[in-house]
């Protein structure tokens, strides 16, 4: 089973701010198929990105993702008021169990 | 537009059972893998099982196996997950999610809460 490791825990940025997220995997990833979910509190969570480095259907551009092999990287290029929230990397290349990251938190400084 | 509608949570007691349903609208169902996906009261992400398109393939994380069955009605664009003996370390919100193309999770259902309690 790959294990995930998010950093850092916690986020703390003004509006306007880049973001930088990072996914360190425990071995590489088959074929970058890693993405990444927004999750605000109460909600389901979203899919941001795929295959490491695709944008969803209307995720705005400001969500870029990139890496290949162990190390991936979530950047939001300035931070909105709405980005704020709870942010997961998930790896589903190999034949499951897949695995989710213990989250990244973006909060408001 | 894709609409996951989710049915069956609730309160069981430890060694109870539970079955949850979901029902897709908005794309063709028979052709997606399906994903159940959990989340413990104020912790992670966790994921349950997953089905293929044609029900012919079930994968399930080991904390589960033995005791929750995947399955699916193309007939009737549902899923469901099969929960018995619970325990209280079930407890969670549970997601039901469409499989993309190369299986990123792209559409969650509500989520509904499963409390194992007695």
């Known amino acids: 089973e790959i294990v995930l490791t998010q950093s850092p825990g916690t986020l703390s940025l003004s509006p306007g701010e880049r973001a930088t997220l990072s996914c360190r995997a425990s071995?590489?990833?088959?074929?970058?198929?890693l993405a990444w979910y927004q999750q605000k509190p109460g909600q389901a969570p979203r899919l941001l990105v795929y295959?490491?480095?695709s944008r969803a259907t209307g995720v705005p551009d400001r969500f870029s993702g990139s890496g290949s092999g162990t190390d991936f990287t979530l950047t939001i290029s300035g931070l909105e008021p709405e980005d704020f929230a709870v942010y997961y990397c998930?790896?589903?290349?190999?034949?499951?169990?897949?695995?989710f990251g213990q989250g990244t938190k973006v909060e408001i400084k | 537009e894709v609409h996951l509608v989710q049915s069956g949570g609730g309160l069981v007691q430890p060694g109870g059972s539970l079955r949850l349903s979901c029902v897709a609208s908005g794309f063709t169902f028979s052709s997606y893998w399906m994903s159940w996906v959990r989340q413990a009261p104020g912790k992670g992400l966790e994921w349950v099982a997953n089905i293929k398109h044609d029900a012919s393939d079930q994968y399930y994380v080991d904390s589960v196996k033995g005791r929750f069955t995947i399955s699916r009605d193309n007939a009737k664009n549902s899923l469901f997950l099969q929960m018995t003996s619970l325990r209280a370390e079930d407890t969670a919100v549970y997601y039901c999610?469409?499989?993309?193309?190369?299986?990123?999770?792209?559409?969650w259902g509500q989520g509904n809460l499963v409390t194992v309690s007695s």
């Open positions: 295959a490491a480095s």
């Open positions: 999610v469409k499989g993309g193309w190369i299986h990123e999770l792209d559409y």
């Open positions: 071995q590489s990833v088959t074929s970058n198929y």
């Open positions: 998930q790896q589903y290349g190999s034949t499951p169990p897949w695995t």
